[in-house]
């Protein structure tokens, strides 16, 4: 099974700042099979990126992944009021499919 | 239009067996390379894949609780079940179920559309 982490756990920014978090694998995720999901308060996630890198329908161009083997990233831009929230991220690789444990990031 | 909604029971007390329907439309699940998975947070903590049933009822399970889960499908309803049995309360979380992204073909999964989830409550 692979296991992701994500770091940091919380990262403290301000609007209008640089977001980027990071999802490290125990083990190579095959062909890029790396997703980025955003949860806000009492919803259920919502699908950001997929391939590392793919932006889903209807995701806003200040998000962007990037990376591959066991090194991945995702990058907000400039943070939005609304971008405050939970990021998980995903591989779909090899199964068990595994989600990391999250990065909070929260307005400083 | 996809759209998945959950229903089942709030509480249940420990041992017994946990069963939630997902009820979804815009898709069909006779549909090659579609699939419906159940993904569960316990309140506060992260995501975790439970299983996932394929088009075909190729069916995938979590490891660490495959022993306790069964997935199922009802085509002609458009609906997915799941049971998990022997109920702890480390169970307690708020369960979703989601489709399957039919990109990349093949035995690879992630979410891209999911229901609002359902809090279960594992009590006596």
């Known amino acids: 099974e692979i296991v992701l982490t994500q770091s940091p756990g919380t990262l403290s920014l301000s609007p209008g700042e640089r977001a980027t978090l990071s999802c490290r694998a125990s083990q190579s995720v095959s062909s890029s099979y790396l997703a980025w999901y955003q949860q806000k308060p009492g919803q259920a996630p919502r699908l950001l990126i997929y391939?590392?890198?793919s932006r889903a329908t209807g995701i806003p161009d200040r998000f962007s992944g990037s990376g591959s083997g066991t090194d991945f990233s995702l990058t907000i831009s400039r943070l939005e009021p609304e971008d405050f929230v939970v990021y998980y991220c995903q591989q779909y690789g090899s199964s068990p499919w595994t989600f990391g444990q999250g990065t909070k990031v929260e307005v400083k | 239009q996809i759209t998945l909604k959950e229903s089942g029971p709030t509480l249940v007390k420990p041992t017994q067996t946990l069963t939630l329907t997902c009820t979804f439309s815009g898709f069909s699940l006779s549909t090659s390379g579609v699939g419906v998975g159940w993904i569960r947070q316990p309140p506060g903590k992260a995501l975790e894949w439970l299983a996932l049933i394929y088009w075909d009822d190729d069916k995938r399970y979590s490891p660490s609780l495959k022993s306790r889960l069964t997935i199922t499908k009802d085509t002609s309803k458009n609906q997915v079940v799941l049971t998990m049995t022997n109920m702890d309360p480390v169970d307690t979380a708020t369960y979703y179920c989601a489709h399957r992204s039919t990109y990349p073909p093949g035995d690879y999964c992630y979410f891209d559309y999911w229901g609002q989830g359902t809090l279960v409550t594992v009590s006596s």
């Open positions: 391939g590392a890198s």
